[in-house]
């Protein structure tokens, strides 16, 4: 960390665990491999090219001075259940960092929605990789293994909810049994009293009485009706059709099962492609343009996982232990709270954002509105108006890896980097 007069990009991007230790309860002093090393070395397996973990180790002691880091030490710190439970808190901690750090900023597409002032709003859903090198068949077969991740849809930080395989067992585990199987608090993010969830899942969320269940404590879904629903329509609910934030509802209703609770459903129309979705919620106050706006804000989260997968390589358990996988999900996480907070530092500090990026979103959302005029049709101001990125170029992955490689130092590096946000290299 900022240990030297002229700190490193490599200090800098560390930074954040100063605050994460100096809160931590859970961190023991361990002269043979300290726990702000196991973090370190981690969090950049996660973001360094890498083969194989004694690969990775190697790459450790030669390039990034982690003299302490062996195979045996990282390997039986990954299995340690003392050190699961420091890496889960410092992940909490680091992850309510990020998003108090963005929200100062008022980097936030829901904060001109009172509607929502009470609300924090997540893109939930499972993710699997492939099973680890030493993996133990199940039926003469290796399973993949999943977990269930919610993205903060206002600040973008990345939390870790359970992992969902049930071991020993030949059929993968439904992510919906591995939801009801948790405590609800679990579900409702660290929220405070008086504040409401929102959680925008795919369809495998769907069970009613569960929805019923966490209602009750503050936790709402939004999903899409699945074509087997044989939902009965109750009636109709009112909403403002002046409201521009409703362009494209074509219906607020109130339906349900034979014999259960009565949820809503929104059906909306893409003002670009015209393709008709039916969205159900218990959420009952809200716009219903909103409810619309939530659930297309879900795919953010594939685009996270998409990252994590073609970006930085993360396609493959490190280990066979339950502990183990715990922990690389704790550390994918961290990671990905990491770059946010550098991506904050060089966009508040520096005045560096991804321009080429900028500009194909732009050109995407110019051949949206051409696309739809010439359909009669307009697309929602809640579309138009969104522009962030969800995902960091590989420039940016690459420039990182290497300046901390190199030891760059940080005034350096940032010079690197400006040309490379503005246009790619070829």
């Known amino acids: 960390m900022d240990t030297e007069n002229t700190p490193t990009l490599s200090d800098r991007f560390w930074q954040p665990l100063l605050f994460v230790l100096a809160r931590s309860k859970s961190t023991r002093e361990c002269v043979r491999y300290e726990d702000v090393a196991h973090l370190k070395s981690g969090i950049a397996r996660v973001i360094h090219s890498k083969d ?78 492939g099973a680890s090198a030493h993996e133990s068949p199940i039926h003469g077969k290796k399973r993949a293994v999943n ?58 969320i769907v069970d009613y009485r569960f929805w019923a269940k966490c209602k009750q404590n503050g936790v709402y879904y939004i999903t899409i009706e699945k074509s087997n629903s044989a939902l009965i329509k109750c009636g109709d609910m009112d909403y403002d059709r002046e409201d521009p934030r409703n362009e494209g509802v074509l219906g607020n209703e109130m ?63 490190w280990a066979k232990s339950p502990t183990a996988k715990k922990q690389q999900a704790q550390f994918l996480c961290m990671a990905h709270n990491l770059i946010l907070l550098l991506s904050l530092r060089l966009k508040t500090g520096e005045a560096i954002t991804d321009e080429k990026s900028h500009h194909r979103r732009l050109g995407r959302k110019k051949h949206a509105a051409e696309q739809a005029q010439r359909n009669d049709r307009k697309i929602n101001t809640l579309v138009s108006q969104l522009n962030r990125a969800t995902q960091c170029c590989l420039q940016f992955i690459r420039w990182l890896r290497i300046s901390m490689i190199k030891k760059t130092p940080y005034r350096q590096a940032v010079r690197e980097l400006r040309p490379l946000m503005l246009r790619y290299i070829r």
Request: aromatic share 10%; net charge positive.
């Open 52 to 129: 194989s973990g004694r690969a990775w180790i190697q790459n450790l002691c030669l390039y990034l001075s982690q003299v302490n880091s062996t195979v045996g030490n990282f390997f039986d710190a990954l299995k340690s259940r003392r050190r699961l439970d420091f890496v889960a808190e410092s992940s909490v901690t680091l992850a309510g960092e990020t998003d108090r750090r963005i929200l100062d900023c008022g980097d936030d597409a829901f904060t001109a929605h009172r509607e929502l002032r009470k609300f924090r709003i997540y893109a939930t859903d499972g993710h699997s990789i």
């Open 147 to 204: 977990h269930i991740f919610s993205l903060n849809l206002r600040t973008q930080s990345l939390h870790y909810i359970d992992p969902c395989n049930a071991q020993g067992k030949k059929k993968k585990e439904h992510e919906i049994k591995k939801l009801k199987s948790l405590e609800i608090n679990s579900l409702r993010m660290g929220a405070p009293n008086g504040i409401k969830v929102i959680h925008a899942y795919d369809p495998a």
């Open 255 to 317: 339906v349900g099962p034979s014999n259960g609770e009565a949820i809503r459903r929104v059906t909306y129309r893409d003002g670009e492609s015209g393709k008709i979705y039916r969205f159900l919620t218990a959420e009952m106050t809200l716009p219903p343009g909103l409810i619309a706006f939530i659930y297309k804000c879900r795919w953010d989260i594939e685009k996270v996982f998409d990252q994590n997968k073609n970006k930085l390589g993360e396609n493959k358990a």
